[in-house]
């Protein structure tokens, strides 16, 4: 159980286009899921906290309106990187959880690589 | 921005040895997990140590937490060629109205050879 998926699993854009990751909760209904960005060996950095129906919260330093996160259901988030640049090239990794649960589960990431 | 700090960066060890990993926090949390990647992968969920606990086992794991020190360290025993992977400390903390978010440490990464 606690299965998370994302799509795609890899992007390749061109810089200045848009792109959309999604991420779900196979098994399970994630009252809150998150969204980390890893560069190359390096840890993981939270960017920000979506609960189901409201807004997210951003991390300091991350950008609402060039990475936006919807969370429309209890089984689906999803970011979107607008007007991607090559400096938003990275590993992307979602998590979700359980209302109330203490652990995360984390998605298998989607790497995206900006022209 | 990030709360451990763990040590080694990186650690290099043969089959059947023990491998230990530190991880170093800087404020008071509400528990303490690790969590394994390998290379280009989403993580794994290894073990989880709340607060009020010292030590906790699973298999072949082994963590304890030293919430004086604020500090914990992760215990690999009898390793194996596939234990090779970045290994990370997270902390949950607790904000107000129940929201919780992990902070991760810089990661250990962890060679075993045959």
């Known amino acids: 159980g606690a299965v998370v998926s994302q799509h795609p699993s890899r992007v390749i854009c061109k810089s200045g286009t848009s792109v959309k990751i999604e991420c779900r909760s196979l098994?399970?209904?994630?009252?809150?899921m998150f969204w980390y960005r890893q560069f190359p060996k390096q840890s993981l950095m939270l960017m920000a906290t979506?609960?189901?129906?409201?807004?997210?919260?951003?991390e300091q330093g991350v950008e609402k309106d060039k990475f936006l996160i919807n969370h429309a259901s209890l089984t689906l988030s999803t970011l979107t990187v607008t007007s991607a640049h090559p400096e938003d090239s990275s590993f992307y990794i979602c998590?979700?959880?359980?209302?109330?649960?203490?652990?995360?589960?984390f998605g298998p990431g989607t790497r995206l690589l900006v022209l | 921005s990030q709360q451990g700090e763990e040590d080694p960066q990186a650690l290099s060890i043969q089959e059947g040895e023990n491998a230990t990993m530190n991880c170093s926090y800087k404020?008071?949390?509400?528990?303490l997990q690790w969590y394994r990647q390998n290379s280009g992968r989403g993580l794994v969920h290894l073990i989880l140590?709340?607060?009020?606990?010292r030590e906790k086992h699973s298999g072949r794991l082994r963590v304890t937490l030293d919430t004086s020190k604020k500090s914990s360290s992760l215990l690999i025993t009898a390793s194996r060629a596939a234990d090779t992977a970045s290994y990370f400390c997270?902390?949950?903390?607790?904000?107000?109205?129940?929201?919780?978010?992990?902070?991760f440490g810089a990661g250990t990464r962890l060679a075993v050879h045959p």
């Open positions: 998590s979700a959880r359980e209302w109330g649960g203490e652990t995360q589960y």
């Open positions: 140590i709340r607060s009020n606990e």
């Open positions: 404020t008071s949390i509400n528990n």
């Open positions: 098994d399970f209904q994630a009252t809150t």
């Open positions: 979506s609960n189901e129906g409201s807004k997210a919260t951003y």
């Open positions: 997270a902390t949950a903390l607790m904000f107000s109205g129940g929201y919780n978010k992990l902070i």
